[in-house]
């Protein structure tokens, strides 16, 4: 299978979540994830 | 329940230390596995919890094309003096299904990791042959191993260069205390599934900011 990054340098597939069960957090974490990128954006 | 082709194809079973010290190289090749867009599996539910069943590291091993096996906990322990036999066990286990299964078992591949390359010749010579790498006990080496056995035995072609691997692993690892914080959990004790998450988390979202910028 032929594939390229992008031009960041990541993968152009979608990262792949774990099996199984979720995390008990996993929205927490998701919120938080997005909230820390926003302040990163800010600065 | 075995899982699906696709899924096996792209497991990633980690079978490595657990101790603490060891925790900045596990954190580093689950986040490596995870960039190069492979799904990382470990037996650990918990970071520093210690007590997994075999059936449960079977299963995983049954389930993942790829596995890591580091091997460079030799010594013996302060307790008993005896090392830990837990991961040359696994290994083991793993080079049993690719000599004796069937099917999509004997197309596995591991990884054997440990602090020297060749430190094995004197503790387990029989795995001579076997695809070895060193890390010298830093996680930017075990990044690297991991990302080039994936490439070579995937033949993926758009699995990310080691450096920009340990850029954004070290922006993860700055921002993971405040992203721990936020959701009221302690990034030292996070564990893997929460760990795993938050990895996956981050790189969708670092790539979609990155496309945006």
Excluded at chain 2, 13 to 23: K, Q
Excluded at chain 2, 94 to 103: K, Q
Excluded at chain 2, 188 to 211: G, H, I, M
Aim: net charge positive; hydrophobic share 40%.
């Amino acid at each position: 299978m032929y594939a390229v990054l992008t031009k960041d340098g990541f993968i152009s597939r979608p990262y792949l979540e774990p099996l199984g069960a979720k995390s008990a957090n996993a929205t927490k974490l998701q919120s938080a994830v997005k909230q820390v990128a926003a302040l990163r954006k800010v600065k | 329940m075995t899982v699906s082709r696709r899924q096996y194809d792209q497991n990633v079973f980690i079978n490595c230390p657990f101790d603490s010290e060891y925790t900045p190289i596990f954190e580093a090749i689950v986040f490596a596995v995870a960039d190069c867009g492979f799904r990382p599996l470990c037996a650990r539910e918990r970071m520093n919890s210690g007590q997994v069943g075999l059936d449960k590291i079977t299963e995983l091993i049954r389930d993942s094309r790829y596995s890591i096996h580091d091997l460079s906990r030799t010594e013996p322990d302060e307790q008993y003096s005896l090392p830990r036999f837990n991961m040359p066990l696994e290994l083991g286990i793993a080079l049993g299904c690719i000599r004796f299964g069937a099917g999509r078992q004997r197309q596995k591949t591991v990884l054997i990791l440990d602090r020297k390359r060749f430190r094995y010749h004197k503790f387990v010579s029989d795995i001579a042959g076997q695809d070895i790498s060193e890390h010298l006990n830093r996680p930017a080496q075990a990044v690297e191993a991991v990302r080039n056995w994936l490439r070579t035995e995937s033949q993926l072609t758009d699995i990310p260069g080691a450096e920009y691997i340990m850029r954004r692993y070290r922006r993860f690892k700055s921002e993971l205390p405040e992203i721990a914080k936020l959701a009221k959990l302690n990034h030292k004790r996070l564990t893997f599934p929460d760990y795993s998450w938050t990895v996956v988390q981050w790189l969708e979202d670092a790539k979609r900011a990155a496309a945006e910028a």
